[in-house]
């Protein structure tokens, strides 16, 4: 369940979860750009 444990500090899971509402410096149409929830 915990397999991020060891993988992800506490700041990168709590980004995860509550990512912050400045928008990710990947430029283009937001219509473009995919919902992160499913991350590889």
Not at 11 to 35: F, H, Q, V, W, Y
Request: positive net charge; glycine residues 8%; hydrophobic residues 20%.
């Amino acid at each position: 369940k915990d397999w991020y444990k060891g993988q992800l500090t506490d700041a990168e899971l709590d980004a995860l979860e509550n990512p912050p509402p400045k928008p990710k410096p990947t430029g283009g149409p937001s219509r473009r750009k995919r919902p992160t929830k499913s991350s590889a």
